[in-house]
């Protein structure tokens, strides 16, 4: 059974799962699909050619698959967004479509964004990830599973911020953050590896180690990057987590938010 307020505007070809609820004043558009049991409090907005997981929870003022900000946009093209399983999207968060024609914007899956969070254009948000409240994201964003991005933050577009890894709050992101590290600043750098969040994610203790070791062989000592690059590969042949490292690096295209060399002399003694 579908709650579908009366005061709801919900498109013909828009397909609602089992017991979901559409509260009043919420918009669905055209060839829009919701899964069953999700929640649509009230005063939610979803436009065209939008997918919405199961077991979510949106609250009033939310507005997913909104055209793109992008000047680039060309009217009538059509793009899409789509949100995963089991996420909670408070209060005036905008998730944008995307820009160029069938081009998508994505979040995963048991993802939490917190009350004025933004999601541009062509953005691939991944599971489990937490934006705090006025975190924001420009476009062709990446992040990666686990990843907390923390409140009245900013990323620029293009940048990358890896699995598990964590933006401190009101940072300036506009480098990539590489997976398990966290960074912080204005500009943001990386400071340390994320213990915390690797722990709360499930990583044993001896791969938070094996990642603790690598980021301090590539930025606290003084190697060319490349160098120290080599010889985190040859140290860690087996480690998944570190070639994850090794591969962020690699596919980097806006450099890397390097931790800044007043932060080493701590680092070392962690």
């Known amino acids: ?54 077991d979510c929870d949106i609250f009033p003022f939310v507005t997913i698959g909104i055209q793109s900000q992008d000047n680039k946009y060309v009217p009538g093209t059509i793009t899409y967004t789509q949100v995963g399983n089991r996420c909670i999207v408070r209060e005036f968060v905008s998730i944008h479509s995307g820009t160029e024609e069938a ?29 705090s409240h006025s975190a924001t994201l420009g476009g062709h964003v990446l992040i990666g599973d686990h990843a907390n991005i923390g409140g009245l933050s900013a990323i620029h577009q293009f940048c990358h911020v890896g699995e598990a890894a964590m933006v401190g709050g009101m940072s300036r992101v506009i480098q990539d953050v590489l997976p398990f590290t966290i960074a912080e600043g204005f500009p943001a750098h990386m400071r340390v590896i994320n213990k915390v969040g690797m722990e709360r994610a499930g990583y044993a203790t001896e791969e938070i180690a094996e990642v603790r070791k690598a980021f301090r062989i590539l930025f606290m000592r003084e190697l060319r990057l490349e160098n120290s690059v080599k010889e985190v590969e040859e140290a860690f042949p087996n480690s998944e987590n570190v070639k994850l490292m090794v591969e962020a690096i690699n596919a980097s295209q806006r450099g890397l938010a390097r931790p800044e060399s007043a932060m080493f002399e701590i680092n070392v003694s962690e």
């Open 1 to 54: 059974m579908i709650h579908l307020d009366k005061l709801a505007v919900v498109h013909e070809s828009a397909e609602i799962g089992d017991n979901c609820t559409i509260g009043p004043f919420c918009t669905v558009g055209e060839n829009v699909t919701i899964g069953a049991n999700t929640v649509l409090r009230s005063h939610v907005v979803v436009e065209a050619n939008t997918s919405i997981g199961e």
């Open 103 to 131: 081009s998508t914007t994505s979040v995963g899956d048991d993802c939490t964004l917190l009350a004025h969070a933004h999601v541009a254009h062509n953005c691939v948000v991944g599971s489990h990830v937490v934006m």
